[in-house]
DNA sequence: CACGGCCATTCCGTATCATTGAC
DNA sequence: CGTCAATGATACGGAATGGCCGT
């Protein structure tokens, strides 16, 4: 059974704990290539040889065959490869084999060799001189291992780039605004001069446009509201900062770090001193009312606390789509029954054990109907009663919302303790539906000032450990049982520690702009490399630089099987003459990548080899490297640089590309909506996708049939025009062709019949609220007679409507009916029709991309705040509250010629 | 180990619809 | 009786948050 199982061709559970596909019964198929490529060139292809003859005698053991291998490069690779290999017997026979084909696996074995097949692919490939290839020796050898290694030890010092100190050059580092609202007088002023600079057209239409006055009318006077005015702007501001600062002393929030004009402290200590309030615990469980209980095999049982809190995790899915995933429910059922039989297991009525064996004979139930009614109740609550109960939650947590962070003032982040649950995971995870446990004090460790004083724990508790580590910048952690992973508690991305580690990002993406050019010449050129090894890096690195792929580690079998660029599979990328390739695979988070791209022609042919047989699904497509080799080759082109410095600079740089193609014309939500679509290609790049809500299909057909209802209206009442002025038809026979969309005879009868039915609800409606009227104040009912009557109406209708299908003329309806009533009734329905169609146009478009992750993650701020400053665009339609908090170093930074 | 990224879920304000009352 | 404004209820969609994922 084992033996076929290791035939199967599947990846997934062939992958060994640490994650590396295993080919089973397959010797490496990696060699071979090298080999081939070295076989293009006769001497190489004897030092190939020796290496070849090495590698088989030392195939087990295999990593001893790396000092005396000349060819070092490929060496490395066979070690890892063989590590992990399990059908190490069949290898030995295989690589018995003259050819030098360890493939051999008997499955897939292709008539024509490997190494035919990869001469004659490198042999067509002229890009590789065989004079070259001396020189490219050489070449190779030296950038061997531990050289190159070196070099990123200056990261370090680097990193502090003379930019952040000509930003520190503007003011003195102790340097505290005087007040609270002094901080905003210097947006404000920005914000007068820059619109005063732009064209008045501008504020006009931003004026019209904006929908403050609907938000006004409505008496909020929140500074939310997008009111452009630079006076009321000022006024609104200060509001909101008062209100922020809920301490009475408006004191607090005076003094605003702003790190940008600070200068920057180097090195690795993140604080001198630390002083917070630790963690939050989520509530203790309550135990159920006694009656509620949920079944077993009919009989109702009763549970210890943590059984039932457990029970009730899943009594909560009911009706969720976990609720009929198998792998949840089974890895829900088996940690349940752990806990059962830990906490005394389950009891009936008199006490007596319930042995609860099977899923199928639970029923959660009661349960998932009394959280049901809880979540009512909630939600019935009086406004004044959710006020309180919000009141009192914020009192609460209000300790832990700052802490003091080297004397300042600092926001934290999460700094409540995720609470038990089922494991939810992403995608197929193969923990899904585990048992988060609950954390208890003792489980965690709190990071603080040697000077501070310990937050007391929870009553009858104690602290699991205090550290006082300056170099970390978590307040707390612990380690969840899922994964083992650990969590941290830190700042807030509004924090000032937050916004420089965000700032230096995006200079160390604009760093990349100096280096791009060179690096892309290189890895273009060692895309024709003869080694295989650097063939792939170069290939591997081609993709992330065009495509934004992420880096791809292995993952172990315990995880989801998504990957990334240096673990995707021979069937994740389809070729198709002459150069298109489609990549299509799971991403992070188990997302879709699937794209068709045009690739360079060496691409392509790299990547027809690397997925040439023996290779088959399951088998990795760049065998012979890992994440590690492309970030140490990263690594040398440009300190610091990984492949998330190309996705963020390739997304800035997208997103400036764009912006600078706009033109200052058009309003405000026009340059909007310009926005928004330079934003969209940039979530596209970066394959920032969003599901598409299950209503949407439904949704949209209902908009569809919205506006086809109103065309069918419209060309109502233009046939009622004609009715009044028979003569316009000749005038304007356009004008009176229906739409298109409605220009069938079939839909029209079912429409009316729709409208009748519609009408029928309506009345029946009416009239029942209208007796419920009557009872409530003593009178007597209507009888069935009058409804009969009010739905008289109704065979009016259909009568009309038979009429004017057969005429196909409508007589003009209302009093004193007028062409100029008339037609202003069209136009108001044109206008309709026109939103309507609008929204559903901007709905489609971006029902399955997310803006918003680029936006926050990827897209420079200072990109967006010129923009906004260039086009007269109030910044908060671009950036609601929480972002312009998080990018304030960015909006009080740049003026309106700042480029990425 | 530590930290940033990233989608789904939840929360919350606004838009929209329905109802009522005044004119 | 129709219209309009005011008000209340509800649906909707964007913003905030949560917690899982990848490097």
Wanted: glycine content about 4%.
């Amino acid at each position: 059974m084992s033996s076929s199982e290791d035939e199967m061709p599947l990846a997934r559970g062939r992958r060994k704990p640490n994650g590396r596909a295993v080919l089973p019964g397959k010797a490496d198929p990696v060699e071979d290539e090298s080999m081939d490529i070295d076989a293009t060139d006769g001497k190489v292809s004897k030092v190939i040889n020796g290496t070849s003859s090495k590698r088989k005698a030392a195939m087990k053991p295999a990593i001893k065959d790396e000092d005396d291998d000349e060819e070092s490069d490929s060496a490395p690779l066979s070690k890892r490869r063989r590590t992990t290999v399990n059908g190490t017997k069949k290898q030995l026979v295989d690589s018995d084999d003259e050819d030098d084909i360890p493939l051999s696996s008997s499955r897939r074995r292709s008539t024509k060799s490997m190494k035919e097949d990869s001469e004659s692919d490198f042999e067509d490939d002229d890009d590789v001189p065989l004079q070259k290839l001396a020189k490219d020796k050489k070449n190779t050898e030296k950038p061997t291992p531990k050289a190159a290694k070196a070099t990123p030890k200056g990261k370090q010092a680097a990193k502090a780039t003379p930019k952040t100190q000509s930003a520190t050059k503007r003011k003195p580092k102790d340097e505290t605004p005087s007040d609270a609202s002094d901080s905003d007088i210097p947006i404000a002023k920005q914000r007068k001069t820059a619109s005063a600079k732009k064209s008045k057209a501008v504020k006009n239409e931003e004026d019209s446009e904006e929908p403050t006055p609907a938000k006004a009318k409505k008496g909020k006077g929140k500074a939310e509201a997008p009111a452009p005015k630079k006076a009321a702007k000022g006024k609104a501001k200060k509001e909101e900062e008062a209100e922020e600062g809920a301490s009475p002393d408006g004191e607090e929030q005076t003094d605003e770090y702003k790190w940008w004009l600070a200068e920057q402290n180097d090195g690795n200590q993140k604080w001198e001193t630390l002083q917070h309030s630790g963690v939050m615990f989520p509530p203790p469980y309550e135990l159920l009312p006694k009656h509620i209980k949920m079944k077993y095999d009919g009989t109702p049982i009763t549970l210890a606390p943590e059984a039932e809190e457990v029970a009730g995790f899943m009594a909560a899915l009911l009706e969720a789509p976990q609720a009929s995933d198998k792998k949840f429910l089974e890895n829900f059922f088996a940690d349940w029954k752990t806990v059962l039989k830990e906490t005394g297991g389950a009891k009936d009525k008199d006490g007596k054990t319930v042995k609860i064996q099977s899923y199928d004979k639970c029923d959660f139930r009661p349960m998932f109907e009394h959280f049901t009614a809880l979540k009512e109740a909630k939600k019935a609550m009086s406004a004044a009663e959710k006020k309180e109960a919000k009141a009192e939650r914020e009192k609460i947590e209000e300790p832990y919302q700052y802490c003091q962070w080297d004397g300042r003032k600092e926001k934290v982040g999460n700094f409540r303790v995720e609470p038990p649950g089922l494991f939810r995971g992403r995608g197929e995870h193969p923990k899904r539906g585990m048992y988060k446990k609950r954390v208890y004090p003792e489980q965690i460790t709190l990071n603080i000032g040697k000077e501070a004083t310990v937050p007391p724990p929870p009553k009858g508790h104690k602290w699991g450990n205090i550290v006082h580590n300056q170099t970390a910048s978590w307040l707390a952690m612990w380690t969840e049982n899922i994964n083992g992973n650990v969590k941290y508690v830190m700042l807030a991305v509004t924090s000032s520690l937050k916004g420089q580690s965000d700032f230096k990002k995006y200079e160390k993406a604009r760093e990349l702009k100096k280096h791009i050019e060179k690096i892309r010449r290189e890895y273009t050129q060692e895309l024709s490399d003869k080694q295989t090894m650097v063939r792939q890096r170069a290939t591997a690195i081609y993709l992330i630089d065009k495509f934004a792929l992420r880096a791809g580690n292995e993952k172990g079998e315990d995880e989801a099987d998504t990957v990334g660029c240096c673990s995707l599979r021979y069937e994740h990328v389809t070729l198709e003459e002459p150069n298109l390739v489609h990549f299509k695979f799971l991403g992070k988070d188990s997302i879709q990548f699937d794209q068709v791209y045009t690739v360079d022609k060496q691409v392509f042919k790299n990547l027809r080899i690397f997925k040439k047989a023996p290779k088959g699904p399951g088998d990795d497509l760049f065998d012979r490297i890992q994440t590690k080799h492309i970030n140490e080759w990263f690594k040398d082109h440009m300190p610091g640089l990984s492949a998330k410095v190309f996705r963020t600079y390739n997304a800035s740089w997208t997103m400036q590309q764009e912006l600078s193609k706009m033109k200052n014309v058009g309003t405000v939500m026009e340059k909007h909506a310009a926005y928004n679509e330079a934003n969209k290609k940039v979530a596209i790049l970066c394959n920032h996708q969003r599901t598409k809500s299950k209503m949407h299909d439904s949704q949209m057909e209902k908009k569809m049939y919205e506006i086809k209802a109103l065309m069918y209206q419209k060309w109502r009442l233009k046939q009622m025009i004609l009715n009044l002025e028979p003569k316009l038809k000749k005038k304007k026979p356009e004008y009176f062709k229906p739409d298109e969309e409605i220009d069938d005879e079939d839909w029209i009868k079912e429409h009316q019949q729709w409208l009748i039915e519609e009408e029928k609800k309506k009345i029946e409606k009416k009239f029942a609220k209208d007796n419920e009227k009557l009872v409530a104040n003593g009178e007597k009912e209507m009888k069935a007679s009058e409804l009969n009557s009010r739905l008289s109406v109704l065979s009016d209708m259909k009568k009309d409507f038979a009429k004017e299908n057969k005429s196909k003329k409508v007589e003009a309806a209302g009093k004193s009916p007028s062409v100029e009533k008339f037609e202003e009734q069209i136009a108001k329905i044109d206008d309709k029709i026109q939103v309507k169609t609008g929204m559903m146009k901007d709905k489609e478009n971006t029902s399955e991309v997310s803006l918003g992750t680029s936006k926050i993650n990827y897209i420079d701020p200072r990109l967006s705040v010129v923009f906004c400053k260039k086009f007269g665009v109030p910044l908060e339609r671009i950036f609601p509250k929480t972002l312009r908090d998080k990018f304030k170093w960015a909006i009080e930074s740049v003026d309106e010629n700042w480029e990425f």
